[in-house]
């Protein structure tokens, strides 16, 4: 992406990558529909009339203040919001072409025609691109003024999550504490909001995104999608890859939102969404799906080569971000959302505020991330560039939890890379004892410690996450769950069991731990 591009979507708060089939479908209907351009000139006769209507009251609007910007938005929230494809379409172009008239009316009308593009970007899906044609035809002081409501708006949803985030069902709040590192480290950790009693739940968590380790996937022994164990007496469901690759689930509820949020999109020659499908003038020609099964196959290589979880969760994570704008997916779990306590937050408001750590993938990583999104959906490769691949897998690799049942698996295959790039999870039994990888919205948050006061556990079977009390805790303490397993091993000294965890620790998480058993244990210099 250009810098200016970068800019934008920085100023906007936008994700990697927000274009969705809504703006080719709006295009398309905009060149081909004869009744849609009949709409649009009846609605500029409208626009016409209303501004006429509206000139006296908009005649004292010369000075525009913040507290002006703040009151009009107000009175726009107020208001009733599209829902349906064609509402947005007419919402759209009523908007915009009041803009434009307004705009064109001089001064007085610079606020009330910004508000009317602010209202077109409300509804338009990618903001980036419309803020870049705003840009580039509408009046300089008119921009700034759509800008500055951007700016406004961002500021107040960035404050705003943080009253809804964590849900307070959770009993858990969030507070900042210096880092672990010059590098990385939480800058934000979770504390109690109310007494809890040892071997308590102090709360349950959905994942938001999963990956079943590869080995168990070829054998389909467990769910891809909730990482469940299957029973055969029970009965199974698969989906087929283009490659010929099989996932296997325990039920249909987890076949019908793996379909709908991700696999449709990365692994079929299927449409990608719902809206692409409709338009039979934009189906893909045989070379064009010949083009996206070749960009799959060698992705999946890729993967399959060193059992690379990461790069398959950031390609889950992208499709989940393009599947959830389109329209709130089937199937899909709660748990990564906050709407149930009044929020309005989703997958990418949860990872973009994560601790990271810096990665730097193989070289041929990008250019297949690239091919893959680009023979899927032409123009979504345009939302990821080479920084933010790196950033996205950096905030996966720090913050992905190991699903362990029991004590753990020890068939796991060992891994393929070297100690210092192999994928470590957050578990206390140890990555090698895990059956797969996943993203949780407040457990991110968990700090560490080799003497934790809480312990995760999956006692649902699932990759459901139950956060439990190991002592008595008071209201206000900070939770800590153990990344590693911190247990001193048959035949391990004290000084070999902190050294071994603490190599862990720097190889994983890339931080020196500073808890209090690091330092109690510490040898003598």
């Not at 970007?121 to 500055?148: G, M």
């Not at 250019?367 to 899927?376: D, I, K, M, N």
Request: proline share 6%; charged share 25%; aromatic share 8%.
């Amino acid at each position: 992406m250009s810098s200016r591009t970068n800019t934008v979507l920085t100023i906007a708060g936008l994700s990697l990558c927000g274009i969705v089939a809504y703006a080719v479908y709006f295009d398309y209907k905009r060149r081909t529909d004869v009744e849609f351009r009949k709409r649009i000139r009846k609605e500029n006769k409208r626009v016409n009339k209303s501004v006429a209507q509206s000139k006296e009251a908009l005649a004292a609007a010369n000075s525009i203040s913040e507290a002006d910007l703040h009151e009009a938005l107000k009175q726009m929230k107020s208001e009733p919001v599209p829902t349906t494809q064609a509402e947005r379409e007419n919402y759209f172009m009523s908007q915009v072409a009041m803009g434009e008239q307004l705009a064109a009316r001089g001064e007085p009308f610079h606020l009330p025609a910004a508000l009317s593009f602010y209202r077109a970007l409300s509804v338009y899906p990618s903001t980036a691109e419309l803020l870049d044609i705003y840009q580039k035809t509408v009046p300089e002081p008119v921009v700034k003024l759509i800008l500055a409501l951007v700016k406004l708006e961002l500021a107040a949803k960035i404050g705003a999550y943080y009253e809804v985030f964590p849900p307070k069902s959770t009993n858990v709040a969030l507070q900042s504490r210096p880092s672990t590192s010059d590098t990385s480290g939480p800058e934000k950790v979770l504390v109690l909001t109310k007494d809890i009693a040892a071997g308590e739940v102090i709360y349950k968590e959905h994942p938001m995104l999963t990956c079943l380790d590869y080995d168990l996937q070829l054998a389909g022994t467990y769910c891809s999608h909730c990482l469940r164990e299957i029973q055969p007496s029970l009965g199974s469901l698969t989906l087929l890859s283009s490659s010929g690759d099989k996932s296997t689930f325990c039920s249909k509820p987890c076949q019908v939102a793996s379909k709908s949020q991700w696999f449709t999109l990365l692994f079929t020659l299927d449409p990608p969404l719902p809206a692409v499908a409709a338009l039979s003038q934009l189906a893909p020609t045989p070379a064009a799906l010949e083009v996206r099964r070749t960009t799959q196959l060698q992705m999946l290589a890729y993967l399959n080569k060193d059992n690379r979880v990461g790069t398959l969760l950031m390609a889950k994570f992208i499709a989940r971000q393009l599947t959830a704008a389109n329209g709130k997916a089937p199937g899909q779990d709660v748990g990564d959302f906050t709407q149930a306590d009044g929020g309005e937050y989703q997958i990418e408001d949860h990872v973009e505020r994560w601790s990271s750590h810096s990665v730097e993938p193989p070289a041929e990583e990008y250019p297949l991330v690239v091919a893959l999104l680009r023979a899927t959906l032409p123009g979504l490769e345009a939302f990821i560039s080479p920084e933010s691949h790196k950033s996205l897998l950096g905030k996966i690799a720090f913050n992905a939890f190991g699903v362990c049942f029991g004590g753990g698996r020890d068939d796991r295959p060992e891994a393929t890379l070297r100690p210092e790039d192999a994928e470590l999870t957050r578990t206390p039994y140890g990555t090698s004892r895990q059956v797969g990888t996943a993203l949780y919205s407040v457990s991110a948050y968990l700090s560490h410690s080799c003497a934790p006061n809480a312990r995760p556990s999956f006692a649902s079977g699932t990759s459901e996450l139950q956060v439990i009390a190991t002592k008595d805790l008071k209201k206000g303490d900070e939770l800590s769950i153990a990344y590693v397993d911190v247990s001193q091993r048959a035949g391990e000294s004290t000084t070999e069991c902190r050294q071994r965890r603490r190599k862990e620790l720097a190889r994983g998480w890339k931080f020196a731990c500073p808890c209090s058993r690091c330092v109690q244990e510490a040898p003598e210099k």
